[in-house]
């Protein structure tokens, strides 16, 4: 999991609710990702974030919001609006935008009922 | 459309046994392959990276390859242990314009190690 948390590592909310998952990194890389991770399915990325007070929406984005206020953190928004939210979600580093190197953290299962 | 499938999507071997997991892909700009080992409830480690110049790259006792021209990666196990127990994820990267570099992810093979 390199130098990268998640927390919490399970967390149950009620429909309706907005929940935010922590996402921490202490590998001084620039990018951040955000990925959601579905039983049969590849892994779908939500946003990213390439520097600082910066981030672009990725193939899922509807129903989430991200901030990027410091370099090392990135945390997610599940909003109401994300009509399925119960998944395992993913949080990515790597040094630059254009590097090879994903490095992932331990992820959260976010149960919604 | 990028996309890469993997098969099997499940299998089951026993210790000590080699096994062969298969990757194809159509992705374009094609800018590497790689392969992560992803634990129940955990995050996808790397096992291996090979650019479009590269056909094999072990790793221990997994060995990738890779032809360009196919479209296809291979992840071969040797002498399979009850810790290789595992998703196996294959992931191609395109390099679009601007530099950044975007991962499309397979659904992965779940692999049972059996004594």
Not at chain 1, 34 to 63: C, H, M, T
Request: hydrophobic share 30%.
């Amino acid at each position: 999991d390199g130098g990268i948390t998640q927390s919490p590592k399970y967390l149950f909310r009620k429909e309706g609710q907005n929940v935010t998952l922590s996402c921490e990194q202490n590998l001084n890389h620039d990018a951040m990702y955000w990925y959601r991770q579905d039983p049969g399915q590849g892994l779908r990325l939500i946003y990213y974030s390439q520097i600082v007070n910066d981030f672009q929406k990725g193939d899922i984005a509807e129903g989430y919001s991200v901030s990027r206020e410091k370099k090392e953190s990135f945390p997610l928004t599940v909003t109401s609006a994300q009509k399925n939210p119960t998944a395992f979600y993913l949080c990515a580093s790597s040094l630059d935008p254009n590097s090879y190197e994903q490095y992932f953290g331990p992820g959260t299962r976010l149960t919604v009922t | 459309k990028n996309q890469v499938e993997q098969s099997p999507q499940s299998l089951i071997i026993l210790e000590g046994k080699n096994c062969t997991l298969q990757c194809n892909y159509t992705v374009s700009p094609f800018s590497n392959l790689r392969w992560y080992k992803q634990d129940t409830g955990r995050g996808p480690v790397s096992l291996t990276i090979m650019t479009f110049s590269e056909n094999t790259k072990s790793n221990g006792r997994y060995t990738a390859t890779l032809d360009a021209d196919t479209k296809q990666s291979s992840l071969h196990i040797t002498a399979s242990q009850l810790s290789d127990s595992a998703s196996y994820i294959c992931v191609v990267s395109a390099m679009f314009s601007g530099g950044y570099n975007k991962l499309i992810f397979g659904a992965g093979t779940r692999l049972a190690v059996h004594p």
